[in-house]
């Protein structure tokens, strides 16, 4: 071999080895083994992109939303890599924002990441969601490792809760101390837009609902059983209270009604629609209602145990959520100047830039704000115009064949 050929050679073998050294390394969700081969990563019109991109992208905003399937581990990867990328865009900057919880254990976690108490104290004190450990954690100790602001941005299940039963009136029944769990008051309604995909989506879980209870339950020739829908419809037999829609807790996990609507995951059991918030299939009953009127406040007043049709909405209780992390994030950006924020949280809340960012915007104008969306699908190869343009500034399509990383959440 000549010298020119050799040299040609060792180049080659230089460039080889390069590339070995530059593909990622795979990521550990639980005992989830998430590599590159595992998902696609497009921009927002369908051009192919890379982590390499949304790490370089990282360094011109002020806060990164990430939009999670709670139960896909592609999405836990990708949050993983963009919180170890903010950190390196951002240094002591960076804070960590979380959906996962709520404002109330605001002071545990703190205690938490200054080594007060132990990781067994913390986690029981914060109520972690079911799948902490392998889901969140992570993100959490990358946090605590690095001295990095964790915000417990969510609000509290019981208003929530309390928004779909008796309306946002009720919330101004609280104490001054419950009150500073949530978003000032009162916080905004949902948008156009978001009202429109909110119905879409629960057009769809409905119908999806109808067709498993029909199944459960046929008719003679195939017709409908009108009386078992009915028993459903107000809650004979159901596992869910007051018009609630996640077993166990007092609302619908939204996100969760997100992963029915792709198919996956799906927390919401035969019947769980139930009367009180869909009264004979309307979606929003008394949504965006801002004041309440004097026979309104006297209900609130006396916080019936049932109102007669549900006292509010569940987007309004959506809204609750949106508008509480908004704020959260909003209150650190300006109690902190210079800090950015990587919120971790479900897709719907922040997907075509809707939702929770919508809210940051009217606290915060002029906030800069980039949207990681992760979908989870058959075949990531495949970027679907119809289904994926514009999520998000960056769509990860993951792969729906990877194990969930739970099969039902407990809370």
Same mark, same amino acid.
């Given at each position: 071999?000549?010298?020119?050929?050799?040299?040609?050679f060792?180049?080659?073998?230089?460039?080889?080895?390069g590339?070995?050294?530059s593909?990622e390394?795979?990521?550990m969700?639980?005992?989830?083994s998430v590599?590159?081969?595992?998902?696609?990563?497009?921009?927002?019109?369908?051009t192919?992109?890379?982590?390499?991109e949304?790490r370089a992208?990282?360094?011109?905003?002020?806060?990164?939303?990430?939009g999670?399937?709670?139960?896909?581990p592609?999405?836990?990867?990708?949050?993983?890599?963009?919180?170890?990328?903010?950190?390196?865009?951002?240094?002591?900057?960076?804070?960590l924002?979380?959906?996962?919880?709520?404002?109330?254990v605001?002071?545990?976690?703190d205690?938490?990441?200054g080594?007060?108490?132990?990781?067994a104290?913390?986690q029981?004190?914060?109520?972690?969601?079911?799948?902490?450990?392998?889901?969140?954690k992570?993100l959490?100790e990358f946090?605590?490792?690095?001295?990095?602001?964790?915000i417990?941005?969510?609000?509290p299940?019981r208003y929530a809760?309390m928004v779909?039963r008796?309306?946002r009136?009720?919330?101004g029944?609280?104490?001054?101390?419950?009150?500073?769990?949530?978003?000032p008051?009162?916080?905004?309604?949902?948008?156009?837009?978001?009202?429109e995909?909110?119905n879409?989506v629960?057009?769809?879980?409905?119908?999806s609902?109808?067709?498993?209870?029909?199944?459960?339950?046929?008719?003679?020739?195939g %017709? *409908? !059983?009108? &009386? @078992?829908m009915h028993e459903? +419809?107000h809650? /004979?037999? =159901? #596992?869910? $209270?007051?018009g609630?829609?996640e077993?166990?807790?007092? %609302? *619908? !996990?939204h &996100? @969760?009604?997100?992963?029915? +609507?792709?198919? /996956?995951? =799906? #927390?919401m $059991?035969h019947?769980?629609?139930e009367?009180g918030?869909? %009264?004979?299939?309307?979606?929003?009953h008394?949504?965006?209602?801002?004041?309440?009127?004097?026979?309104?406040h006297q209900?609130?007043?006396?916080?019936p145990?049932q109102?007669?049709?549900?006292?509010?909405s569940?987007?309004?209780?959506q809204?609750?959520?949106?508008?509480?992390?908004?704020?959260?994030?909003?209150e650190?950006l300006?109690?902190?100047?210079?800090?950015k924020?990587?919120?971790m949280?479900?897709?719907f809340?922040s997907?075509?830039?809707?939702?929770t960012?919508?809210?940051l915007?009217?606290?915060?104008?002029?906030t800069?704000?980039?949207?990681v969306s992760?979908?989870?699908?058959?075949d990531p190869?495949t970027?679907?115009?119809?289904?994926h343009?514009?999520l998000?500034?960056?769509?990860?399509l993951?792969s729906?064949s990877?194990p969930?990383?739970?099969?039902?959440?407990?809370?």
């Amino acid at each position: 071999m000549n010298m020119k050929r050799l040299a040609g050679f060792l180049l080659f073998s230089i460039m080889l080895t390069g590339t070995a050294l530059s593909q990622e390394s795979p990521v550990m969700v639980g005992d989830i083994s998430v590599s590159g081969d595992d998902y696609r990563i497009y921009r927002s019109d369908g051009t192919p992109s890379s982590l390499a991109e949304i790490r370089a992208a990282l360094g011109d905003y002020d806060v990164v939303f990430v939009g999670e399937l709670h139960n896909d581990p592609v999405s836990h990867a990708i949050e993983q890599e963009v919180l170890r990328g903010w950190y390196a865009a951002h240094g002591s900057a960076a804070a960590l924002s979380m959906e996962m919880f709520a404002r109330d254990v605001q002071y545990i976690v703190d205690e938490y990441l200054g080594g007060f108490i132990t990781e067994a104290h913390f986690q029981q004190a914060s109520s972690p969601w079911s799948n902490y450990e392998t889901d969140y954690k992570p993100l959490v100790e990358f946090a605590r490792e690095n001295d990095l602001a964790v915000i417990a941005a969510n609000a509290p299940r019981r208003y929530a809760n309390m928004v779909t039963r008796f309306g946002r009136p009720a919330l101004g029944m609280l104490s001054d101390q419950a009150k500073s769990f949530v978003a000032p008051l009162p916080y905004g309604s949902a948008s156009a837009r978001y009202t429109e995909q909110w119905n879409a989506v629960m057009a769809e879980a409905m119908a999806s609902m109808t067709a498993e209870m029909e199944e459960a339950n046929p008719a003679p020739e195939g %017709e *409908m !059983d009108h &009386a @078992a829908m009915h028993e459903a +419809h107000h809650g /004979e037999g =159901s #596992e869910m $209270e007051h018009g609630e829609m996640e077993h166990g807790e007092g %609302e *619908m !996990d939204h &996100a @969760a009604m997100q992963e029915a +609507h792709h198919g /996956e995951g =799906s #927390e919401m $059991e035969h019947g769980d629609m139930e009367h009180g918030d869909m %009264e004979h299939g309307e979606m929003e009953h008394g949504a965006g209602k801002e004041m309440p009127d004097d026979a309104d406040h006297q209900r609130a007043t006396t916080a019936p145990a049932q109102p007669e049709h549900g006292g509010g909405s569940m987007l309004d209780a959506q809204s609750l959520w949106d508008a509480t992390m908004a704020w959260s994030i909003a209150e650190h950006l300006t109690k902190r100047p210079g800090s950015k924020v990587a919120h971790m949280v479900g897709g719907f809340h922040s997907e075509t830039g809707t939702g929770t960012p919508e809210h940051l915007l009217r606290y915060r104008p002029g906030t800069s704000i980039l949207i990681v969306s992760v979908q989870s699908v058959e075949d990531p190869t495949t970027f679907d115009s119809e289904e994926h343009t514009g999520l998000g500034d960056f769509v990860v399509l993951g792969s729906a064949s990877l194990p969930r990383t739970y099969e039902t959440r407990e809370r």
